[in-house]
């Protein structure tokens, strides 16, 4: 993150280099069964069902950082696309820009309320996002009145978009790479990147030192809804088609993509860096599950096996490193 | 010395505290429920309404309990994986009922099966304090599910013997089984919660996990305790929910955690602890219930019942807000 | 008159719910002078400093700064103007490294695009702690620092503000001896560099040695301002306590029975190493030592809050190991711990739960039901047995001032027949009266022949009831004492430089 | 006390959100149709055609589906029906079993029940209305795939969610079909059988694991609509257009696009439209008693003329809507914007 994670060895990057050591051996693992695996397509299309993942992830960290959650944003995906959907079937000359810059706003504006309910009224994260969740989902059916959006009804370039690449590299990748750079410079590089940090890891010192905390938290919400919306259009071109449930329960992914990547739910904890193995790891399963050909009544316990074992072992390396820590101090 | 004397020992009954209080703004509610419903719809009132509409909802409100005991032992506790425990320990008991174990054994495996999953995740919750409930339960909920994929397949499991439909359609006299079950249940907790040193230690982690570990609370055992307990309810749901539908799929019951934590949550069990009585939840069961069941009868779509749950959820926590913020007690004496 | 001082705060009251804070107090400062604000723990010298950092804001009084009034809304305008505070209790961000805990707040930017330069950040955080001779580098993560360390980032910080205000509040009181004097050095340096310092201390050889004037604070009010050179030890302490100090400790005769609780070679790794004393019954022992010595570790884990994994624990002569707490309590063994407020309490609960929180066993009947009659009995005679000033056991713990919270804690002690009490800085922000009755409860407790053991950094306190006292340093015991051969002098010497600093 | 009253009134506002809901409750006798799950256009399709029957016969038509697919939810609806006292209840099933407790019980109530689409097992419905016989789903699927592979090659089957009650159904044919005529389908080689759940996502990463894990596969079959687009449109970026083929049952809108460019040849599906008509016009009969749903009965539902009630396979009764649809490039088009 600063400096430190190429500096020293702390805690951090043991971890970070566990879980690619665990990637890698997993990868190989996958490759042994089923030589497809570490082809450059296939390698392609995990980068490109991991970006839209990803992009969320970054999103999330920054919540958890807050030591905050958000479970609305698989509706706040589903209502931004669904919208952009229905005005480009309305407006088919619009072109690709206008419809990424309509699903970011909606989502900002989703997020935002969110933020403000947290920072403002003190309700629980948890809680707020839950309802939140409901009321957007709900509106998803009302605007699209229960109906799909389907390919034909939706221009060609908006549906290419996500086919096409620059240089031979998807645009969704690329648009993955770019939000990491941006959020990358925004989360280490700026006072109010930093500041998410301290909000996060003490509340009570962040008076202290006079930071705004409650406009932090709700920036916080409102990026990360205007990451689920952006998520909204790419899913949406993606797929060639808006349905009302569209990514249900995918919050519970990110989290746990998250928390795999070493950012702490109580705050205050977790790299760019981790992330990006998180969701790689996700990215992986995924794609590596049905290519071994497991049954596929394994696979769901299987992805749960690998996240808690994860997150245990996490913790035990965790444990080892504050021992060595304690031991190096001199009595 | 002159303050020997005037210490009071015995509690005055004292009307602003006990009219203040947030069960009954949920009374109010759950009244307002009742007679907009009434007016709207002119197959409300009846009998069905009162006797047996609630055989349709009561079967989360089982976990509901052990739930506010989750909730209220504070430290970010949550356990997000009973829907998944219902489904498991669901499958399982049809499974081995269909290979030939009698149905009261099948029963019991229910049961021990639910109780195990709480089990392990109270274990690693107690192994590793350092991991957030949230998460563990995340990992556990998508595991359990995968097991009873992997149990069940694409097959469902049934064809219990017709006595196992008593449990979810049965009436004594006119109440529902499962209606007096609750009740039942309701009591036994309502007990544990406010008169047992159980349920006070419980209140004590939530409110100050340090004061308390000082104070001798075993927290770990306690934590332990709580989340078993949750698995065993969600046996309760699973054998009636089981029973209501005649046979079980491992994809039953999903999402069910999220509606328990709602129920908790709108009957005033805060989620960081310490907070909330059992009237609460009790009353924001029925609230719930019966609002989606008046919509119902107005036959009001799907998505329309969401956002007005959405609404209420966040606007109940939003009213509890400002309820407590105003008169949260001063640090300090007057 | 006003450009001789660069701050000025006339008749400052600030009014907490229930407690008056500070009452009209008054106090100026001089450009360029180390200017010592004294005062007992709770005589609202934090509150003082909070309200001049803008952290609070007094209901009444004006602040003065270069004569001008000003109005701090908020700490950030504080650190606009130039003022810049090291707080008692270390307000850092474990998460993050040394370097960011510096500059949170006033980052450090390239000048061509505005983004965090870290580099600069991290150069400059190594150069400030390098004039502190810290032994730590600036990439760290704060967590893993040791309280003294964190103390001296805290420092560090103050300093890269580079503000004409400074104000330390109790800074060296977790400093060795040596890190002292390497802070008595700087901030004589920053006096001559032109800088204003405030530097609050209840040790008498930090004002000595550094300040030119002193200002003494006593129960939130003003007391009075004095030229360090033409005042007396005496007279401060006076003016600090209110009374003759000798007065404040009514030690009682007690005959001092068998040892009950025996430690020997007990340690654990990184906090403490080859711990070893013993209590006898009617006995109390003080354990003394500077903020992070490891006293509190120790006892904790003989307790059972954390575990030991060398030496061994004999109570009344035979081997025993608490796991746990209620283990310890059942033994008949009492833990005062030293955050009343986090460790001792259940805020928003009334007196009589809070006092029979550990002894819920005893008021269950054999229905399992709890007592509540016998409860509210329990909790009813211990309020009036201690004086406890509250209308009912109904009451909220918070609602309580501090003594009375504490009186509290020591009540929770006294539901169970206990043996050995381990007393945590039990007068720590009390008021004199309190602090007085505490004492004596203290005395009674020995009388009736409990052993205890009373952790303290407060020298008077330690001298005027102690009958035995060991001094920890850096997780390690470096001197035992009568308390009858013991002075100031000989503990601080024990407690600062014995075992050479290996820092 | 204020405060008290200020705290109520919020509450209050949270109740006034509920109030523009509560409509006036219809008197006219009602049937009612129960679909999987909310926000599905198939559904939405069989809604329409089911009330424009009803309609037709004077009836009001009650349009209900709970918001996740789920059993319980439709147990929900149906009690919530029970107690409004609709004359006939036809329901398109999550789950075979798991209905029936419930269905029994609006029977003893002289609720007339039948099943459209996905059925409920043979004790608890009247009459199933079966938009097209499961067996000739199956085989024509495996037939359509013969000769798109022309004669030989890997297939592979994407289904909906593993518990889908028809896919299943389907699948079971398929197998038969190909077991059966083992000779004709000696080259023909179902490889594997994968379940997108009816989730974009899912279906997406599946048929790219299928393309990976077989790369001489000829034809995937996906008798989902779901699954249909996803997999078409998957297949189409990968440019394996014309090497592998896609067929199944899908919605003419989602696949019109797929079905132009060549990814699908051609695929089935009944106009889901007379479905929930015929849907309809058989609650409706049933509400009047004109049939019990006996073998032997016959009706005539309206613009689709008449129909005979018979034997089920699974010892019930049904009503065969007619021979499946076949979509392809000449008539896309026209349909794709019906439904």
């Not at chain 1, 619009?94 to 969110?114: D, F, M, N, Q, T």
């Not at chain 1, 932090?216 to 009302?244: C, E, N, T």
């Not at chain 2, 602003?16 to 069960?23: A, I, K, L, N, S």
């Not at chain 4, 609720?111 to 199933?128: E, P, W």
């Amino acid at each position: 993150m600063n400096l430190s994670v190429f500096k020293d060895k702390k805690p951090g990057s043991f971890r970070e280099l566990g879980l690619l050591a665990f990637i890698v051996v997993i990868s190989l693992l996958v490759e042994i069964r089923n030589p497809m695996f570490f082809t450059l397509s296939n390698l392609e299309d995990i980068g490109v069902n991991t970006a839209i993942l990803s992009i969320l992830a970054v999103g999330m960290m920054m919540v958890l950082l807050t030591a905050g959650i958000d479970l609305s944003i698989g509706a706040t995906i589903a209502f931004s696309g669904m919208c952009v959907a229905l005005t480009l079937e309305a407006h088919p000359e619009l072109p690709v820009g206008v419809a990424l810059v309509e699903g970011i706003l909606l989502g900002a504006v989703i997020g935002l309320i969110l933020g403000i309910f947290i920072s403002r009224f003190n309700i629980l994260p948890i809680i707020a996002s839950l309802g939140m969740m409901d009321i957007v989902r709900g509106f998803t059916y009302v605007v699209s009145k229960s109906k799909w959006v389907s390919a034909y009804q939706m221009p060609d370039d908006f549906k290419n978009f996500a086919t096409g690449n620059i240089f031979g590299i998807s645009n969704f990748i690329i648009i993955a790479i770019i939000v990491y750079v941006c959020f990358f410079y925004f989360i280490n590089y700026t006072k109010v990147g930093r500041w998410i940090y301290a909000v996060g890891s003490n509340p009570a010192a962040a008076k202290i030192s006079g930071i705004p905390k409650r406009r932090v938290i709700a920036l916080v919400y409102m990026l990360m809804g205007a990451l689920a919306g952006l998520a909204g259009v790419l899913w949406v071109s993606k797929y060639a088609s808006a349905q009302g449930n569209t990514a249900e329960g995918e919050e519970m992914s990110v989290i746990a993509a998250c928390v795999i990547g070493g950012v702490s739910i109580t705050g205050g904890r977790g790299k760019v860096s981790g992330l990006i193995l998180g969701c790689l790891l996700f990215g992986i399963l995924d794609n590596a599950l049905p290519l071994i050909n497991v049954s596929p009544f394994w696979q769901k316990a299987i992805q749960g096996a690998v996240i808690l074992t994860a997150v245990v072992a996490n913790a035990v390396i965790r444990r080892q490193s504050d021992l060595k820590a304690l031991k190096s101090r001199k009595i | 010395m002159e303050n020997r004397r005037i210490i009071l020992e015995e509690k005055k009954w004292n009307p602003r505290t006990f009219f203040f209080q947030w069960e009954w703004m949920l009374v109010a509610l759950l009244l307002l429920v009742h007679i907009l419903n009434g007016i709207a719809s002119p197959y409300y009132f009846s009998v069905d309404t009162f006797l047996s509409t609630p055989m349709s909802f009561l079967d989360q409100a089982f976990i509901v309990f052990p739930m506010m005991l989750v909730l209220i032992s504070g430290n970010g506790n949550i356990d997000i994986s009973v829907g998944s425990t219902v489904a498991l320990s669901s499958v399982i008991m049809g499974v081995s009922y269909n290979h030939g174990i009698p149905m009261g054994a099948s029963i019991f495996i229910c049961f021990f099966i639910a109780t195990l999953c709480g089990f392990i995740n109270g274990c690693i919750l107690v192994k590793f304090p350092e991991l957030p409930a949230m998460i563990v339960t995340l990992s556990t909920m998508i595991l359990y599910r995968g097991i009873a994929y992997i149990v069940l397949q694409n097959q469902a499991a049934g064809k219990f013997p017709s006595w196992f439909d008593y449990f979810g359609w049965g009436y004594v006299g006119p109440i529902p089984f499962i209606f007096l079950m609750f009740i039942v249940c309701a009591v036994i907790y309502g007990i544990v919660i406010h008169k047992t040193a159980f349920g006070r230690s419980v209140y004590a982690i939530g409110n100050n996990r340090t004061a308390a570990l000082y104070s001798g609370i075993k927290t770990s055992r306690l934590t332990l305790i709580i989340f078993t307990l949750t698995g065993f309810m969600s046996g309760f749901t699973a054998l009636f929910l089981t029973s209501r539908m005649g046979s079980t799929r491992p994809n039953i019951a999903s999402g069910y955690e999220l509606d328990v934590i709602a129920m908790a949550v709108l009957g005033g069990v805060s989620t960081d602890g310490g907070k909330g009585r059992i009237w609460g939840p009790i009353l924001s069961i029925f609230i719930i219930g019966y609002m989606q069941y008046g919509l119902g009868l107005l036959n009001q779509s799907a998505q329309v019942v969401m956002i007005i749950l959405g609404f209420l959820l966040i606007g109940s926590v939003l009213v509890q807000e400002i309820h407590i913020g105003k008169n949260r007690v001063l640090p300090g004496r007057k | 008159m006003s450009d001789e001082y660069i701050l000025e705060l006339k008749n400052i009251t600030k009014v907490f719910p229930g407690v008056r804070a500070l009452d009209c107090v008054s106090f100026s400062l001089r450009r360029g002078e180390i200017h010592a604000l004294m005062g007992e723990n709770g005589a609202g010298k934090s509150t003082f400093i909070k309200v001049i950092t803008g952290v609070h804001q007094p209901e009444e009084g004006e602040i003065l700064l270069d004569g001008k009034i000003v109005h701090f809304r908020n700490p950030v305008d504080a650190q606009k103007a130039g003022i810049a505070a090291i707080y008692q209790h270390v307000t850092c961000y474990p998460s993050l490294s040394v370097a960011e805990n510096m500059f949170l707040g006033h980052e450090l930017v390239t000048s061509k695009v505005k983004r965090l330069d870290w580099k600069k950040m991290y150069r400059e955080a190594d150069e400030w702690l390098e004039k502190l001779h810290a032994n730590f580098k600036s990439d760290v993560e704060m967590g893993n620092l040791s309280v003294a360390q964190q103390q001296l980032v805290e420092i560090a910080k103050a300093l890269s503000m580079n503000a004409r205000i400074i104000i330390m509040d109790e800074p060296t009181a977790a400093l060795t001896e040596h890190e002292s004097e390497e802070l008595y050095a700087i901030t004589e340096r920053l006096r001559d560099t032109g800088h204003s310092v405030i530097f609050i201390s209840h040790r008498m050889e930090d004002t000595e040695r550094l300040a030119g004037r002193v200002t003494v604070f006593r129960d939130s009010k003003f007391i009075g301002v004095w030229d360090v050179k033409d005042v007396t030890r005496a007279q401060l302490v006076k003016a600090m306590v209110g009374r003759e100090i000798t007065q404040m400790f009514p030690k009682k005769k007690v005959n001092i029975g068998a040892t009950v609780l025996e430690i020997s070679h007990l340690g654990r790794t990184g906090y403490f190493k080859d711990v070893s004393f013993s209590v006898r019954s009617g006995e109390i022992l003080a354990l003394t030592g500077l903020v992070g010595a490891g006293r509190t570790e120790v006892c904790e884990s003989i307790y059972g809050v954390t575990a030991y994994d060398e030496g061994c624990v004999k109570l009344n002569g035979k081997v025993v190991r608490f796991n746990h707490p209620a283990e310890a309590i059942a033994a008949g063994f009492g833990y005062l711990p030293e955050d009343r407020q986090k460790e001792g309490l259940v805020l928003q609960w009334e007196l009589s739960k809070n006092i029979t929180l550990p002894a819920l066993q005893q008021i269950k009947k054999r229905s399992g039901f709890l007592d509540v009659k016998k409860e509210n009995h329990i909790a009813g005679q211990l309020c009036s047995e201690l004086m406890v000033k509250t209308p009912s056991v109904f009451e909220a713990a918070s609602l309580l001032s501090g003594g009375n919270q504490q009186k509290i804690v020591v009540g929770k002690l006294l539901t169970t027949p206990k043996k050995i009490l381990v007393l945590d800085e039990p007068t720590k922000g009390v008021d004199v009266g309190a602090k007085a009755a505490i004492y004596e409860i203290i005395g009674n407790l020995a009388e009736k022949g409990y052993a205890i053991i009373l952790i303290s950094s407060e020298m008077p306190e330690v001298l005027g009831i102690s009958d035995r006292i060991v001094v920890m340093k850096d997780g390690r015991v470096t001197a035992e004492f009568e308390t009858a051969q013991a002075d100031q002098n000989k503990i601080l010497k024990a407690a600062m430089i014995e075992g050479v600093d290996k820092k | 006390m204020k405060r008290f009253l200020k705290s109520l009134l919020a509450g209050a506002a949270v109740l006034l959100m509920i109030l523009p809901v509560s409509a006036k409750a219809k008197r006219k006798d009602s049937c009612a149709f129960v679909f999987k799950s909310t926000g599905n256009p198939y559904g939405e399709k069989m809604m329409d055609g089911f009330k424009s029957a009803c309609e037709e016969l004077g009836y009001d038509a009650i349009l209900r589906a709970p918001e996740q697919p789920t059993a319980e939810g439709q147990i929900q609806i149906i009690e919530q029906l029970i107690t409004q006292k609709v004359k006939a209840i036809c329901i398109s099933a999550n789950d075979a079993d798991a209905l029936q407790p419930v269905l029994t019980k609006a029977m003893k109530r002289g609720i007339k029940v039948c099943a459209v689409d996905s059925n409920v097992n043979a004790a608890s419905r009247m009459v199933f209305v079966n938009q097209a016989d499961s067996e000739k789903i199956g085989r024509t699927l495996i037939q359509a795939a013969y000769d798109m592979t022309g004669g030989g090659g890997d297939i592979a089957v994407l289904s909906a969610t593993s518990q889908a009650t028809n896919q299943n159904l389907w699948i079971d044919w398929m197998k038969k079909e190909l077991s059966e005529n083992a000779s004709k389908y000696a080259k023909l080689k179902l490889v594997k059988i994968a379940y997108g759940d009816d989730l974009r996502d899912k279906s997406v990463s599946e048929t790219e694991g299928l393309l990976r894990s077989f790369p001489d596969l000829k034809c995937i079959i996906a008798p989902t609509t779901v699954g249909i687009a996803a997999c078409s449109k998957v297949v189409a970026d990968k440019g394996l257009i014309g090497k592998v083929d896609v067929t199944g049952l899908g919605l003419p809108s989602e696949m019109a696009e797929a079905i132009t460019k060549g990814v699908c040849p051609y695929m089935f599906l009944w106009n889901p439209i007379d479905e929930g008509y015929l849907a309809g016009y058989v609650s409706v009969t049933l509400a009047k008693g004109a049939i019990k749903g006996e073998e032997g009965d016959s009706f005539a539902a309206g613009r689709l003329g008449h129909y005979n009630v018979v034997k089920a396979a699974d010892g019930g009764t049904e009503i065969l809507l007619g021979p499946p649809f076949k979509f392809d490039s000449t008539n896309i088009d026209k349909w794709k914007t019906v439904y």
